[in-house]
């Protein structure tokens, strides 16, 4: 139990472009939902958290209209990144859970290429 | 506010040898801690996780760690190393299992 996918697990997009990353709970209803930027050779930064049914969360210093993160169900949020470019290239994780107290369980994470 | 120290960006061991990665926490609330396993590309396995109950707690592939309130420690043990232990390793502290605080990883390198 307590699996969470991530749908694409690698994408390569063109300076300007937007691109899409899903992020489901395929076996429990998800309240709400993390997202996690990696830095290559660096630990997991917290960008948003999103709670289903309202506008997500976000940490000091991330930008929310390049990245835009709708919760629009119990089992699936998404991640925008709206006219990407090569800094933002980089392994995005998103985490799920199920209620106030539950721990977080973790998707296998997106590889995001921009050239 | 909580935060996570892990003392040892690369850590390299003989394979059969004891594994100790360290991890120093703060936090202003009694935690709750994780040590989490990630393989190149791929997300975070929870390896184990301490939520106030027993201080040494044992996780999955032999790993276990003990909490050390008077310390402010969470190290992560396995008496003998395997090959496929061959990753990063991230400890973790969270108050509510809502935001989640990463030290910076640990590399576990095995050598045959």
């Known amino acids: 139990g307590a699996v969470v996918s991530q749908h694409p697990s690698r994408v390569i997009c063109k300076s300007g472009t937007s691109v899409k990353i899903e992020c489901r709970s395929l076996?429990?209803?998800?309240?709400?939902m993390f997202w996690y930027r990696q830095f290559p050779k660096k630990s997991l930064m917290l960008m948003a958290t999103s709670n289903e049914g309202s506008k997500a969360t976000y940490e000091q210093g991330v930008e929310k209209d390049k990245f835009l993160i709708n919760h629009a169900s119990l089992t699936l949020s998404t991640l925008t990144v709206t006219s990407a470019h090569p800094e933002d290239s980089s392994f995005y994780i998103c985490s799920a859970r199920q209620g106030g107290w539950y721990e977080q369980y973790f998707g296998p994470g997106t590889r995001l290429t921009v050239t | 506010a909580q935060s996570v120290t892990q003392l040892g960006s690369h850590v390299s061991v003989s394979e059969g040898a004891l594994v100790l990665l360290r991890c120093n926490y703060s936090s202003s609330v009694p935690p709750y801690l994780f040590w989490y396993v990630q393989y190149p590309n791929q997300g975070l396995q929870l390896l184990l996780k301490?939520?106030?109950?027993?201080?040494l707690v044992k996780g999955i592939n032999g790993f276990e760690a003990e909490f050390k309130k008077s310390e402010t420690s969470f190290h992560l043990t396995k008496p003998s190393a395997h090959m496929s232990d061959a990753a990063e390793y991230f400890c973790a502290v969270s108050d509510n299992f809502n935001k989640f605080y990463f030290g910076s990883g640990t590399k576990l390198n095995v050598k045959p």
């Open positions: 301490y939520t106030s109950a027993a201080t």
């Open positions: 076996d429990f209803q998800a309240t709400t």
